[in-house]
Nanobody, 122 residues
Framework: QVQLVESGGGLVQAGGSLRLSCAAS????????MGWFRQAPGKEREFVCA????????SYAGSVKGRFTISRDNANNTVYLQMNSLKPEDTAVYYC???????????????WGQGTQVTVSS
């Protein structure tokens, strides 16, 4: 079992930055790719980025590439999402998710956090 708790969301002006954190419980965190997703009001949930269990490989959606950075700290069971140059269209609830052990790319995510709200004002 893996429990995920996101934090760090909030209200920021366009052009600003936020860093989200996702703290994981359980012993298998370091074996799982981790992903960030987001869901805006009235829209489907969409992939934002992902990182392998070792942190060596990352993948980003085109809409955030160059502005967002995913990283992880396996010693502290935490994955981060650094968001820079934020735009109003980045407004959404952001979720972290854990993939199956040693699976890349992680087509299946079997654990999800409760989400954290990010609001970017224009």
């Amino acid at each position: 079992q893996v429990q995920l708790v996101e934090s760090g969301g909030g209200l920021v002006q366009a052009g600003g930055s936020l860093r989200l954190s996702c703290a994981a419980s359980g012993r298998t965190f370091s074996t799982r790719a981790m992903g960030w997703f987001r869901q805006a009001p009235g829209k489907e949930r969409e992939f934002v980025c992902a990182i392998t269990w070792s942190g060596v490989l990352t993948s980003y959606a085109g809409s955030v590439k160059g502005r967002f950075t995913i990283s992880r700290d396996n010693a502290n069971n935490t994955v981060y999402l650094q968001m820079n140059s934020l735009k109003p269209e980045d407004t959404a609830v952001y979720y972290c998710a854990a993939g199956l052990p040693y699976s890349w790319p992680p087509h299946d995510y079997n654990y999800w956090g409760q989400g954290t709200q990010v609001t970017v004002s224009s």
